[in-house]
Nanobody, 120 residues
Framework: QVQLVESGGGLVQAGGSLRLSCAAS????????MGWFRQAPGKEREFVAA????????DYADSVKGRFTISRDNAKNTVYLQMNSLKPEDTAVYYC?????????????WGQGTQVTVSS
C-alpha cells in the first residue's frame, strides 16, 4: 500500500520560510518522480514543483521559481519543499504526489495534504 504523508505546514509570516516533507512508504522510492501541488480555497489544484528520477531534475511553477526548492533524499524515502520568501498568496493546502518515473505521465498517488498559511 502506497502512502504519502506530508508534514511541516503551519502558520508563518510573509517573508518567512517553511520546509515541507513528504514521507513515502509502500513503494520503491527511487522508481518515482515526486511532485508538490497546492490548492487554495475556491481555486483549482495547481502544480508547484516536481523532481524527476533518476536524473533528479527539478521543475517549478513560475509563481514559486526562485523562492521554492524541491529536493529528495532517496535513502529516507522523502521529498522536501523548501519554501522561502513566502507570500500570502502561497497560502494553500500542499499535497505531495508520486508517479512512476520514466513510464507514468500522471501522478498516481497523493498525500492528504498539509496546510500552509502565510500571514501579512
Amino acid at each position: 500500500q502506497v502512502q504519502l504523508v506530508e508534514s511541516g505546514g503551519g502558520l508563518v509570516q510573509a517573508g518567512g520560510s517553511l520546509r515541507l516533507s513528504c514521507a513515502a512508504s509502500g513503494l520503491t522510492f527511487s522508481n518515482y518522480a515526486m511532485g508538490w501541488f497546492r490548492q487554495a480555497p475556491g481555486k483549482e489544484r495547481e502544480f508547484v514543483a516536481a523532481i524527476s528520477w533518476p536524473r533528479g531534475s527539478a521543475d517549478y511553477a513560475d509563481s514559486v521559481k526562485g523562492r521554492f526548492t524541491i529536493s529528495r533524499d532517496n535513502a529516507k524515502n522523502t521529498v522536501y519543499l523548501q519554501m522561502n520568501s513566502l507570500k500570502p498568496e502561497d497560502t494553500a493546502v500542499y499535497y505531495c504526489a508520486a508517479r512512476r518515473a520514466l513510464v507514468a505521465r500522471q501522478y498516481d498517488y497523493w498525500g492528504q495534504g498539509t496546510q500552509v498559511t502565510v500571514s501579512s
